[in-house]
């Protein structure tokens, strides 16, 4: 969800920065600058998506690959699929 709000407000600052009527040389500073942080914020939301998704999967084989243990993992949530 957070991925999808970050690329909105990369339009928005996109919006300011070009399409603008009069845009400031401190509004073309400050908007550089916030883009270049949103990018950053893109990339590491998607190693995190990724880190935390094969995380997942290490998880469920471990799961399924001691039985015994499984049958004892606390959290109730989680179902080995």
Wanted: aromatic share 18%; proline share 1%.
């Amino acid at each position: 969800m957070s991925v999808i709000f970050t690329i909105t407000s990369f339009f928005g600052f996109l919006y300011l920065l070009l399409w603008q009527s009069y845009v400031l040389r401190a509004d073309v500073i400050l908007n550089s600058i916030q883009i270049v942080f949103i990018a950053l914020e893109m990339i590491l939301s998607i190693v995190c998506i990724v880190v935390f998704s094969r995380y997942n999967y290490v998880i469920k084989s471990a799961l399924q690959s001691f039985p015994n243990y499984a049958q004892n993992y606390v959290d109730t949530n989680y179902k080995i699929v």
